[in-house]
């Protein structure tokens, strides 16, 4: 897609579907972790979508969920695919770029509401408006089993977006399934902000792209097959975070950084005591470095 097109998609929706210049990259990804459970746990399995059909039991799911989630980030597989598309995303967000280091893989299974975290925005949760959500899809999803968003919701102030709070059955604080990704106390939309988020199917080799303050996510899986997507935030690296948060200084890792940025970088770290040094880090208020 042509960067005017993506500029001017992303401008008026919040979000984006990006066709991959390398979708060879996850298709590799997913055969791994076909190939890893598989080798793991489930000798018969023979594609993500059958996934549900070879899980008995809410135990043996976060069993799964935690082990799958493990391999994908000991793999590194996120950093890999967005190198890959490391030029489509330059243009688009600057030449300074970080992706986070340790994302979700989600697991959503048909008809399990407790697989999925319901239609919020991550600046509920402390997220930036800078950083955006690459949603890489491992299994192909359709108009009941993709993710939903709230076109233009991007703009609209939080007390018009208000979130209420529930609490997920059987996640506690600290527990596998909070690790896994599922908060135990999740923020969610009105359900009429919630009803009006639509769905965007996406195949295998497309991205799901949306910026942090737009309304998105799925309440159930009313698909045939099992959901699995990884959400991979990418963030320019000299984003100003307006809303602070503790992020710990490893929750970025920099995949590039433009020539300027490198030699300012080599001035600041030993010329502390000049007032024109920039702090960069990301509790200072920079992203990534
Ligand atoms: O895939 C999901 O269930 C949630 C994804 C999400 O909330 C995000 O990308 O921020
Ligand atoms: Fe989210």
Redesign the pocket.
């Known amino acids: 897609m042509k960067l005017s097109e993506m500029n001017e998609l992303y401008s008026k929706n919040g979000w984006m579907v990006l066709d991959l210049a390398h979708p060879e990259t996850v298709f590799e990804v997913r055969d791994a972790m076909v190939s890893f459970l598989q080798e793991s746990f489930f000798p018969t399995l023979e594609q993500l979508e059958d996934l549900h059909e070879h899980i008995s039991d809410a135990e043996e799911y976060v069993k799964i969920h935690l082990a799958l989630n493990g391999f994908f980030r000991e793999q590194q597989f996120a950093k890999k695919i967005i190198s890959s598309e490391l030029d489509t995303f330059q243009k688009f967000i600057g030449p300074d770029l970080s992706v986070q280091t340790n994302p979700?893989l989600?697991v959503?299974r048909p008809g399990v509401a407790g697989d999925?975290?319901g239609i919020?925005r991550?600046t509920f949760y402390g997220?930036s408006p800078y950083e955006l959500?690459v949603?890489v899809a491992y299994t192909d999803l359709n108009e009941d089993s993709a993710?939903r968003v709230l076109s233009g919701s991007q703009g609209t102030p939080d007390d018009e977006i208000r979130f209420s709070e529930v609490s997920i059955d059987g996640v506690e604080r600290g527990s596998p399934r909070h690790l896994a990704g599922i908060p135990y106390v999740a923020r969610v939309v009105s359900p009429e902000v919630a009803n009006e988020a639509v769905p965007i199917p996406i195949t295998v080799g497309q991205v799901l792209v949306?910026g942090?303050a737009t309304v998105?996510?799925?309440e159930i899986n009313q698909g045939a097959g099992t959901?699995v997507?990884s959400?991979i935030r990418v963030v320019n690296g000299l984003a100003p975070f307006a809303n602070k948060r503790t992020v710990a200084d490893s929750y970025y890792t920099p995949l590039s950084i433009s020539p300027v940025s490198e030699q300012a970088g080599f001035f600041s770290r030993t010329s502390q005591d000049n007032p024109n040094t920039p702090v960069m880090s990301v509790d200072k208020g920079f992203a990534g470095y």
Do not use: E, K, P
Request: hydrophobic share 35%; aromatic share 10%; net charge neutral.
């Open positions: 979700y989600r959503a999925n975290i919020h991550d997220a959500s949603v993710l949306f942090l998105h996510g799925q959901r997507t959400d």
